[in-house]
């Protein structure tokens, strides 16, 4: 039988190149392969820590998806729907709650992480602390059996393959299987300011933004600070800059920046200007895609409530099956 994959994003809006080269460059990669694939907007989850900014999320939902598209996700290839238009994903929520200790919500690293980052005011709802359930019900309402996420995830695949265990013991039903977490390689990617690419550190580089945009940003990319003067030797590979020459320029450029830069025979401005004019070459059709889809955005939200029914007929299967598991092929329907 075919295998399922399947993954969510958070509805976060314009996707900057760590949320392309990172995830979605994998989820594309996967089109290759003999799948069922499933790729949703994971809107309710973003409920969890964002209920202020609620209003936000249908238009944060749909410039999300018009980049998954405008890089090159196939509507055709996957199923893509929305989280809140399946309603299945609640139900199933609602009733692993009702097997899920709370102990073990406490105990997921993400937990505390966030209570830590977030503080307490914003962390003390029920559905934060029940996020992972709602993970959990996500993936396997489709038996998913390959989840494509990035090492933060780990540890909610972790939890959502003990709850699966947990279901299967209590209720003697085999509903579910175990999905396991696709880790493959990503590029590593930083943002201007040298830390890791992210919305909320401010310092991301988006599809959305104008190839003058990108150049100014470029521009005051930090570098290897070894590179003080122009005369300072650097290492290429611990700089943002370079990090980003692997993406996007040819082989023979990267290998002739990277000892350029050892030999301080190339100066930073140089070496950034090259990657501007190979990053913005690289991008310009998907940016030129992008702004079609904006005049579009009726038809990617067709797209999504299409994939949304596909998605809520598979759901609603194995939903039959959960609730056989629970209340006996004898309840009431
Ligand atoms: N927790 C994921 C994130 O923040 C989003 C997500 C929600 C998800 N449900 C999922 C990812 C199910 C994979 C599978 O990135
Ligand atoms: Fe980075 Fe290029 Fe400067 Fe080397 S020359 S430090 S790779 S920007």
Partial sequence: MKKTVLSGMRPTGNLHLGNLYGALKNWIALEKENYNRFYFVADWHALTTGFDNSKEIPENTINMVIDWLAFGLSPEKNTLFV????????????????????????????????????????????????????????????????????????????????????????????????????????????????????????????LSDSEEETAKKIKIMFTDPRRKRKTDPGVAEECGVFMLHKIFSPKQLQDEVKEACAKATIGCVECKKKLTENLNKSLKPVREKRELLINKKEDVKEILVEGSKKASKEASKTLEEVRDAIFSTNRLR
């Fill in 83 to 206: 989280q809140s238009l399946v309603k299945e994903h609640a139900e199933l929520f609602l009733l692993l709650s009702m097997i899920t200790p709370v102990g073990w919500l406490e105990r997921v690293p993400s937990y505390k992480d966030q209570i830590a980052q977030l503080g307490k005011a914003k962390t003390s709802n029920y559905g934060f602390l029940g996020y992972p359930v709602l993970m959990a019900a996500d993936i396997i309402i489709y038996k998913a059996h390959y989840v494509p996420v990035g090492l933060d995830q780990v540890a909610h695949l972790e939890f959502t393959r003990e709850l699966v265990r947990h279901f299967n013991n209590i209720t003697k039903a085999r509903v579910f299987i175990e999905p396991q977490p696709l880790l493959t390689e990503v590029p590593k990617i930083l943002g201007i300011d040298g830390r890791k690419m992210s919305k909320s550190y401010d310092n991301a580089i988006y």
